[in-house]
C-alpha cells in the first residue's frame, strides 16, 4: 500500500496533541514533517510543545518553527483554553529532542519540490506557514495533493458571533490558501463541535492503559476544565484530530464542493469563512465543506490509534 504523505502544520494546543498522536503512528501516512505556527500560544511554547509531543511517542520527525506572528494582524492567542504553556496538564519528562533548523516556510517548500508523490498538507492551526510558503514559491501548489485544515465555520464562530478562531487568528493568510488552485477541503466548527470528550470519553480511553492514553486523560482533563469554564460545555470539542481522521477514513465526513470567501473588511464578520453552500452567487466551487460527521466512527478511529502505541 501506497503511504499518503504528509505535513501537518500546527500550533499545539490540546487537540493539536491529539492530530499528531493520529498522524505520527498511523501505518497509512509517511509524516514527513511538523511546522509550527504561533496560534494557541506564542511561538516559543507552541513549537516546545510538538517537541515534548514528538519526543514522548517517539515520533521521529523533523519538527520547523516558523512564524511568529500573521501576516498583518497583531498576535491574539487562546490562553484561556490552552494555559500558559499552551498545553497545561501534562508532565512531559526532560526534553532532549531539538528543533530542525530550517524555517518552516522553507521547510514547505524544499519537501514539497522534493517529494516524488505530492503531498497532503493538514493545517490545524492558523494558516501563516502554508500562506507564505504560496507566496515565496507558488509552484508549490503542483506538488500538494490537498489541503485539509481544521478551521472556519459555515455557521456562527466561537472568538466572535462570525469567526472561528484559527482563521480569525490569520485571515489574510487564510485568503492565500482559499483563492489559490490547490484542493481545499474545510472542517469547521460545525463539525467539529459533535465530537465533545465527554467523561465517558475519557474514562473509555484511560481503559486502554497505556502512555498514549495517559497523555489522551491528562490532557483532555485540563482541555474540559477549561472549555466548561469559558464555554460551559460538559466536554470539550476535540477540533484538530478531525483533519486526520478524515484522511484515516474519508467517510467519516460528508463534504459539499461550494464557493467559499474569507471576510477581509475589518468590520464585525472580519475572519468570517462565508461558504455559499446553497449557491446563492453562482461563484466557482472552491472549497470542499464538511457538513457531516459520523461521531462514533470518530471515536472508534481515535481509540485504534492510543491503542496503537502499545
Not at 149 to 157: R, W
Request: glycine residues 6%; hydrophobic residues 40%.
Amino acid at each position: 500500500m501506497t503511504k499518503r504523505k504528509l505535513i501537518l502544520d500546527c500550533d499545539p494546543g490540546h487537540d493539536d496533541a491529539i492530530a499528531i498522536m493520529l498522524a505520527g503512528n498511523h501505518d497509512g501516512f509517511d509524516l514527513l514533517g511538523i511546522t509550527v505556527s504561533t496560534g494557541n500560544q506564542t511561538l516559543k511554547k507552541t513549537g516546545i510543545n510538538a517537541l515534548n509531543i514528538t519526543q514522548f511517542l517517539t515520533i521521529d520527525v523533523p519538527v520547523c518553527l516558523g512564524l511568529e506572528r500573521p501576516l498583518v494582524r497583531d498576535l491574539q492567542i487562546a490562553d484561556d483554553i490552552h494555559g500558559e504553556s499552551g498545553l497545561d496538564g501534562f508532565n512531559f519528562p526532560p526534553l532532549h529532542k531539538s528543533f530542525d533548523q530550517r524555517h518552516a516556510v522553507d521547510f514547505i517548500i524544499d519537501t514539497l519540490f522534493e517529494s516524488k508523490e505530492k503531498v497532503t498538507f493538514v493545517t490545524t492551526g492558523p494558516m501563516s506557514n502554508l500562506a507564505m510558503a504560496l507566496r515565496k514559491a507558488p509552484k508549490i501548489v503542483d506538488h500538494i495533493e490537498e489541503v485539509v485544515l481544521m478551521g472556519g465555520a459555515h455557521g456562527y464562530g466561537n472568538v466572535t458571533p462570525a469567526a472561528e478562531f484559527n482563521i480569525l487568528v490569520d485571515p489574510e493568510a487564510a485568503h492565500i490558501v482559499f483563492s489559490s488552485p490547490v484542493k481545499v477541503t474545510m472542517i469547521g466548527l460545525d463539525i467539529t463541535r459533535q465530537v465533545q470528550v465527554l467523561p465517558k470519553i475519557v474514562k473509555r480511553m484511560a481503559a486502554i492503559n497505556n502512555k498514549a492514553s495517559d497523555l489522551f486523560v491528562k490532557l483532555m482533563n485540563v482541555f474540559n476544565e477549561n472549555q466548561a469554564r469559558v464555554f460551559g460545555l460538559k466536554g470539550g470539542p476535540l477540533h484538530d484530530p478531525v483533519t486526520i481522521a478524515y484522511l484515516i477514513d474519508p467517510s467519516l465526513l460528508k463534504t459539499k464542493h461550494a464557493h467559499c470567501e474569507i471576510d477581509l473588511s475589518h468590520g464585525i464578520s472580519y475572519g468570517r469563512t462565508n461558504c455559499d453552500l446553497f449557491d446563492y452567487l453562482k461563484q466557482d466551487a472552491n472549497t470542499f465543506v464538511a457538513h457531516h460527521i459520523d461521531v462514533e466512527k470518530f471515536w472508534n478511529i481515535i481509540e485504534r490509534s492510543i491503542r496503537s502505541y502499545d
